[in-house]
């Protein structure tokens, strides 16, 4: 009976890492849905981006209150990490900190993280306020409402309940060590917990539990340690569902973020293959495909749903955590139009689990006559958009809403002939006469004889 | 240009005038300052005239893929036909697409904002950029998109302006967190989604407030745009909206 916590323990750990490990298969599998794309270009500059945007947050202090809060709570959730180790082998083996054997230097560790838990727990309490006292116009945008707006706050509380779980364990195990110390706690339980480890935040805690007896204070230490744990553990499924896949999604993302310059936009492969034969003088018109060749199908120009959009699209869908800089700087929705690049996003991800339910329920991708344009993004949206580049630039992990924007109005155009008129005028007279206004291609050079 | 192959010649430079600055009389005028420029500085450059054709950008930002990759490699065959190395340009649409995406289809040439000409030139020695009568003046610079962002260039306009001696100062929007002017993305060819404002009125607005004599532009469409926003305030009589071009050929008194 003596191993049962270890078993219990070994189980939950188990379960969760087996429930994380097949929501990541999924989103695997919904990636790979999309086009694939050749990568291994820039492969220095990639890793540079990972190192400088990623791990350096280097995008986050553009906005210095908001990246300042984001740098602790990330430097947190790394360097806390450290910690859940030692909780995982002390869980399996039973033992209690386990590291302690490092000394001054365990000391220190422990040290950091009730610092950096404190600070954590004071940025998320700050984030919360931003979002709900403050109400910042970028967390109340139209897309987000409903699980968006939950989702958020979800995530904030998560993060306070571990933090304070964790400064609680440590506060009882702190008295726990001065019971001991002083000689007051002599039980064999109690003298598990050895002295270990420097409490700059939860030493100041300890004092509370003054008076509570040796039994009351490892059922606290226990308790909070177990939810702690546990809540990490849930958390870590929760990521699925949630827009908090970006603390790990980020850094594959900056990794497949763009390395060409932001106004280059890519050249279609498949037109320029018809563009060439039209232009080649030599071509038949007439000629039939050659027998042998294989009946391709011909290749759909454009967008209209998540499966014509490559998988760097679909990984950039699974990253966003919705924190609407992109939004925040589109010209088109700060004069308020319904385009929103990080609706652009959301829908994106919302569109690709449907079609990943999809084919759960059936075996292969059944049509659901739906798609991502007009059920998900409108077309007011899409022709709203002025290609400035100010979303990709403000993404903190790369992300690129224009692309898709730009994939679906190739779709409009090249496939349905759905261009806003005005533009379809424009483009005739590019046809025509070489401008996209109606002048004769002839008085080019007018500009020479005025004065 | 076709005079230079005649003569067995090649220019320094193609300057690429673009749909604006040949047919639309404000940008026109942008057109004429810089070729002053060139003279003045004793450039050796040629025009297509009329057998340059619309590069396709508005085709290509509008989702009409074919339309650009024709306009493309027509002018990719012309350009090629008469072995151009370098082009300039004063439109940094012009610019970004022969810049970034004519390689992919078999056009490279070196490819300069006139902006960045004008420094070069600056650099050389070849052309003299004085105050005149911009000395002191309040100026605020609008990046354009494609020069700026989608190219990272934001220091050659600037550059220029500060030997212009005015008192540059930017707006809060600027550089890599520029507003758009709101005619990118074919959107100069179209009206507008609604919404509570245009594009451009917000970006004038953000001009005004920093009560400018000149708000320098670096794009033709650009400088429509702005133009169309100082009107809708009717701050016409004091603010002018002028390409960087157009500043130094008046300072120069060209």
Redesign the interface.
């Known amino acids: 009976m003596q191993y049962l916590p270890n078993i219990l323990f070994l189980l939950a750990l188990v379960a969760g890492i087996w429930f994380f490990t097949k929501n990541i298969r999924k989103i695997i599998r919904n990636i790979k849905l999309g086009r694939a794309v050749d990568a291994s270009d820039h492969k220095a500059e990639r890793w540079g981006n990972v190192f400088r945007i990623a791990l350096g947050q280097s995008k986050m202090v553009?906005r210095p209150l908001a990246g300042l809060l984001h740098i602790i709570v990330y430097i947190g959730f790394v360097i806390i990490n450290i910690e859940v180790l030692e909780i995982i082998i002390d869980g399996i083996f039973g033992t209690h900190r386990i590291f302690s054997f490092m000394g001054p230097v365990y000391d220190a560790l422990i040290f950091s993280f009730e610092i950096l838990a404190f600070l954590v727990l004071v940025s998320v309490i700050l984030f919360w306020t931003r979002r709900n006292i403050q109400k910042i116009r970028r967390f109340w945008a139209r897309e987000m409402t409903g699980w968006p707006k939950n989702d958020a706050n979800y995530i904030l509380y998560f993060e306070m309940v571990l933090m304070v779980l964790f400064l609680t364990m440590n506060a009882a195990d702190v008295a726990l060590q001065q019971g001991v110390a002083s000689g007051q706690f002599t039980s064999d339980a109690a003298s598990h917990y050895i002295q270990a480890g420097a409490f700059p935040i939860s030493g100041q805690l300890a004092p509370l539990f003054e008076g509570l007896s040796a039994e009351t204070l490892i059922l606290i230490e226990r308790t909070a340690w177990w939810f702690h744990i546990i809540g990490i553990l849930i958390f870590l499924n929760y990521l699925y569902w949630s827009k908090h896949l970006h603390i790990l999604l980020a850094f594959p993302n900056v990794y497949f973020g763009r390395v060409?310059?932001?106004?280059?936009?890519q050249?279609?492969d498949a037109?320029?293959k018809?563009?060439?034969l039209?232009?080649d003088p030599n071509a038949d018109p007439f000629a039939a495909p050659a027998e042998t060749e294989e009946e391709a199908e011909p290749a759909k120009?454009?967008a209209s749903d998540v499966m014509d959009l490559n998988q760097i699209q679909l990984l950039n869908a699974y990253t966003c955590t919705e924190c609407g800089r992109c939004t925040s700087?589109c010209?088109?929705n700060?004069?308020?139009?319904?385009?929103s690049p990080r609706k652009i996003m959301m829908d994106t991800r919302d569109r690709l689990e449907e079609v990943g339910k999809n084919i759960e329920k059936n075996g292969t991708f059944q049509p659901d006559g739906k798609q991502l344009l007009d059920d998900y993004i409108l077309r007011?949206e899409l022709?709203?958009?002025?290609?400035?580049?100010?979303c990709?630039?403000?993404c903190p992990v790369s992300i690129n809403p224009l692309s898709i924007i730009?994939d679906?109005?190739?779709?409009?155009?090249?496939e349905q002939s759905a261009?806003?008129n005005?533009?379809n005028?424009?483009?005739t007279n590019?046809?025509n006469n070489?401008?996209?206004?109606p002048?004769n291609?002839?008085?080019?050079?007018?500009?020479k004889n005025?004065a | 240009m076709a005079e230079y192959l005649a003569e067995g010649k090649q220019p320094e430079v193609l300057f690429w005038v673009g749909c604006a600055g040949s047919f639309d009389d404000r940008a026109k005028k942008i057109t004429k300052a810089f070729v002053k420029l060139l003279n003045n500085a004793k450039v050796d450059f040629a025009v297509l005239g009329t057998e340059e054709s619309c590069t396709g950008d508005p085709a290509k930002r509008s989702g009409n893929e074919f339309l650009f990759q024709m306009q493309a490699m027509t002018n990719i065959e012309v350009l090629n036909g008469y072995e151009v190395k370098k082009i300039v340009t004063a439109c940094p649409h012009c610019f970004n697409t022969i810049k970034n995406e004519y390689p992919g289809l078999g056009g490279n040439y070196e490819v300069v904002h006139h902006t960045q000409f004008l420094k070069s030139l600056l650099d050389e020695g070849r052309l003299k950029v004085e105050g005149g009568k911009f000395k002191g003046k309040k100026i605020t610079f609008h990046d354009p998109c494609y020069l700026g962002r989608a190219n990272g260039e934001y220091e050659a306009p600037r550059d220029l302006l500060e030997k212009l001696e005015v008192e540059l100062v930017e707006m809060k929007r600027c550089k890599s967190r520029g507003l758009c002017c709101g005619a990118g993305g074919a959107q100069m060819f179209k009206e507008p989604e609604p919404g509570h404002t245009d594009v451009n009125i917000e970006r004038t607005e953000e001009a005004l407030e920093i009560k400018p004599a000149v708000i320098a532009a670096a794009c033709p469409f650009c400088n429509t745009m702005m133009t169309d926003g100082v009107k809708a305030k009717n701050e016409e009589e004091n603010v002018a909206v002028m390409d960087v071009a157009e500043m130094i050929a008046q300072a120069e008194d060209l």
């Open positions: 553009v060409v310059p932001k106004g280059q936009f050249n279609l037109v320029t018809e563009v060439q039209m232009m120009f454009g700087e010209p088109a700060l004069t308020g139009k319904k385009l007011e022709w709203a958009c002025t290609t400035c580049n100010a990709v630039e403000a730009m679906m109005r190739q779709y409009l155009v090249m261009a806003p005005e533009l005028v424009a483009m590019i046809e070489g401008a996209p206004w002048y291609q002839m008085d080019r050079m007018n500009w005025e």
